[in-house]
């Protein structure tokens, strides 16, 4: 299964439904305002770092970079993909849940 | 109608306005509506303060390229508001520090205000938005 997240971890619950329900080893796609929960420094962040050795996480690259962070700042552990890898993971790792 | 004009003559009224940020830019349209309401306000001369709250800190996050999500990237703008006198921008501490950033993130010199010092703030207003 593939978890997608959109909303920001510091505003709704969405991501930590996710974290509480998603299936260990299953797959789990940061994007929009999603892409907050993948930095590092964050009052969110000893969260993922925990749940990135729990699920295989990753953030999509040009939703940080429009928020103007890079990937030297995403969590270690936490893989950055471009679109391409969106669809990758849709097709290698679906169905598709949608967390909104 | 001559009546009618006086009642709506605003000449001379300046109210202080403060524009409170709530929201990340981009995942929805909050942000960009919120600096269009500022720039209203300052366009009638208006006491205008911005603060930044919440995810609203990352709409002035420094380095923003939103060419890939096909988006136009309005966090210049808040750089020009200085040439409409809009010059008391607020970034609240506690949400700042929990985001991981910093006053060198941003895009504009702002204030660094803890909750308590913005709530005082807040409390002189006329008008507060928030978006």
Redesign the interface.
């Known amino acids: 299964m593939l978890h997608i997240v959109n909303k920001s971890p510091f505003e709704r619950s969405a991501l930590d439904s996710c974290l509480r329900l998603a299936k260990k080893g299953s797959a789990i796609l940061l994007f929009e305002d999603g892409v907050f929960a993948a930095l590092k420094g964050c009052a969110t962040t000893d969260k993922m770092s925990a749940a990135a050795r729990d699920f295989n996480v990753f953030v999509l690259g040009p939703d940080l970079s429009a928020r103007g962070f890079e990937q030297d700042q995403v969590i270690d552990g936490v893989t950055v993909v471009d679109y391409g890898g969106f669809v990758d993971l849709t097709v290698d790792r679906g169905p598709v849940q949608s967390w909104l | 109608m001559a009546d009618f004009e006086e009642d709506f003559d605003t000449d001379g009224i300046i109210k202080k306005f403060m524009y409170v940020h709530t ?6 349209v909050y942000a960009l509506e919120g600096l269009e309401m500022v720039l209203i306000a300052a366009a009638f001369e208006q006491d205008v303060s911005v603060v930044f709250i ?2 609203g800190v ?1 709409q002035i ?9 096909n ?1 136009k ?1 309005f ?1 210049p703008t808040f750089r020009a508001l200085e040439g409409y006198d809009v010059e008391k921008l607020f970034v609240e501490k506690e949400s700042m520090e ?3 950033l910093t006053p060198d ?1 941003f895009v504009v010199p702002v204030e660094v205000f803890d909750s308590e010092e913005l709530s005082l703030l807040m409390n002189e207003q006329d008008v507060v938005i928030t978006g």
Do not use: E, L, V
């Open positions: 929201r990340a830019p981009y995942g929805t919440d995810d990352f996050k420094k380095g923003q390229d939103t060419k890939a999500i988006m990237n966090s929990a985001r991981g993130d």
